[in-house]
């Protein structure tokens, strides 16, 4: 087998495996310069392994980062030897940890995924504090949350911990959020999963529903617990439901998957705007950069009162105030 073929045939099982080996900028480079020792025979290669970071692929960057790598490849210092050292099956210390962990920047499968597979005693997602809570205070019927533990793919800790996992469009896991509920549904406290030696390339919480739905518009909101609900309450209205996690979650880069599709973004409320000015701010921008086209609902700042302003209230929770507030009315009652 020649060097062409070799190289080859090693892209075939990283394409494979679907572990990215271009997602960090130092990794897209050593890539590029590798790629470039084979002349412009490895220019379709190195696109192949880019595009499998498809959120960060540009097929015009691409091209551009192999010719200079072409032009000035004596300068990068590493080979075509370099590449199979790192990426070859039995190639060196490097392939080894690819082999056993996946890629560690990126935090898809590899550590992360084993961490999230080797909980001890794992429950199902049923059996959650979460699940329990939503179908007790009447939020959501049993129905309903079986409905979104399977869209969200959700998972609990042996101590009742609800598991929200990011995953991005491929299904990768990127982190996960452990959540413990109180019996009222309200959240008790939570942390990140994320074992020692990985950074965090958190996606948006749902992002895997729209490799399932292409077309499908999306609806961002802040925490997981209120993309679930609304998944179900608002089901006629044909949105996705992703969260970001928490008010500074959402970002430019975090929309960029989601180029071509319509986008409204739903923040929670607050005393001086803050969340919905800081929101908007991204919206802007993630037009100018990628011409994505993001519109942002400003229905809590026109319609929730002071006190609910005071606590923060999302969608979610004005949906279901207002809910009561009618069902209240219906049975003779007044809000007092």
Not at 274 to 282: D, P
């Amino acid at each position: 087998m020649d060097t062409m073929e070799r190289t080859t045939e090693v892209v075939r099982r990283i394409v494979e495996s679907g572990k990215s080996v271009t997602w960090t900028y130092e990794e897209w480079t050593r890539r590029a310069m590798e790629l470039a020792s084979l002349g412009e025979d490895g220019r379709p290669l190195f696109h192949l392994l880019a595009q499998m970071d498809e959120e960060k692929y540009n097929r015009r960057e691409n091209d551009r980062k192999f010719t200079y790598c072409l032009r000035h490849q004596r300068r990068g210092g590493r080979t075509i030897a370099s590449f199979f050292y790192e990426n070859a099956n039995g190639g060196g210390r490097r392939a080894l940890e690819l082999s056993a962990l996946g890629s560690a920047e990126n935090g898809s499968g590899g550590l992360l995924e084993t961490r999230w597979n080797e909980w001890e005693g794992r429950r199902e997602a049923a059996e959650s504090e979460f699940c329990r809570s939503m179908v007790a205070t009447g939020t959501m019927s049993q129905d309903e949350m079986d409905e979104a533990v399977r869209l969200y793919r959700l998972e609990a800790t042996a101590e009742g911990a609800i598991v929200f996992g990011q995953r991005d469009r491929q299904g990768r896991l990127r982190e996960a959020h452990v959540m413990h509920y109180l019996p009222d549904g309200h959240r008790d406290h939570g942390r990140p999963l994320l074992p020692p030696g990985l950074k965090s390339n958190a996606c948006l919480f749902g992002l895997h529903l729209t490799g399932e739905h292409p077309e499908a518009p999306v609806a961002i909101v802040e925490s997981e617990k209120t993309a679930i609900i609304c998944s179900q309450w608002l089901k006629a209205e044909g949105f996705l439901w992703l969260a970001t996690g928490g008010s500074s979650g959402l970002s430019v880069e975090r929309l960029r998957p989601l180029q071509g599709r319509r986008i409204i973004l739903l923040p929670d409320t607050d005393p001086k705007g803050e969340t919905f000015r800081r929101w908007r701010s991204v919206a802007i921008e993630a037009w100018e950069r990628l011409r994505l086209s993001v519109g942002i609902s400003d229905v809590l700042e026109r319609m929730a009162s002071t006190e609910e302003k005071e606590r923060k209230i999302d969608i979610g929770d004005w949906k279901n105030e207002t809910l009561r507030y009618e069902n209240d009315n219906e049975n003779g009652y007044e809000n007092v």
